[in-house]
């Protein structure tokens, strides 16, 4: 059975988010609010949670095309080779906000993604979201439950996802309702902003 916890976006309870960090350093699921859709997370460095998400999307994990949640853009260098100027003010201009930006992985890319050429990130514009990753130290993966078989309700109201996913994952995150519009998908590995899916962010900061 899932733990729902309510935490309030405008000013998370740190004692919620150590409870919420403490079920993912143990390798547990995740639920949690974004500025776009609801997400389903994980520790990035527990390959046992990244296998049961894994499963639960019905995919291979060797195929996985998740991104990580970073907290702010320092946590760039850990997982993204160097970029140029012109990709940096890309991404100081539109982060925090909706999008995912794909970037040029390099050698430091936890073991389950080291064949992986690319890296996705988002920094949300959500201070839930941003303060698990500050409390767990890296980021965590991030994938939408959203389902296009979905009735809209379960993926935007807590308690209905709750009701889902209960016994799925170990934490839901009341965070209020979600937003139904999935990020804009940029990506900057070669060097040409490519737009690859428009979604809430729009895409005119390329």
């Known amino acids: 059975m899932a733990e729902l916890i309510r935490i309030y976006e405008e000013n998370p309870n740190p004692r919620e988010i150590a409870k919420v960090v403490q079920v993912l350093r143990k390798g547990g699921l995740v639920i949690y609010p974004t500025d776009t859709v609801y997400g389903l997370g ?63 992985g390099n050698n430091n890319l936890p073991k389950d993604f080291k064949k992986k050429k690319t890296v996705g990130i988002r920094v949300p514009d959500n201070n839930i979201a941003r303060a698990l990753v500050q409390g767990l130290g890296n980021p965590i993966v991030s994938t939408s439950i959203r389902d296009d078989d ?40 070669t060097g040409f902003p490519e737009v690859i899916r428009e979604g809430k962010g729009g895409i005119d900061i390329i």
Do not use: H, M
């Open 42 to 104: 994980c520790d990035i460095t527990n390959s046992r949670a990244l296998e049961k998400i894994a499963r639960i999307k019905g995919i291979k994990l060797a195929k996985a095309n998740w991104s990580f949640i970073c907290a702010d853009l320092s946590n760039l260098s850990d997982y993204a080779r160097q970029i140029d100027t012109a990709t940096f003010k890309i991404l100081k201009r539109a982060l925090p906000g909706p999008y995912t930006f794909i970037l040029p």
């Open 150 to 189: 979905d009735v809209l309700e379960y993926t935007t109201d807590p308690e209905l996802i709750y009701e889902k996913w209960d016994n799925l994952v170990d934490v839901v995150i009341d965070g209020g309702y979600g937003g139904n519009v999935a990020s804009t998908i940029i990506d900057l590995s």
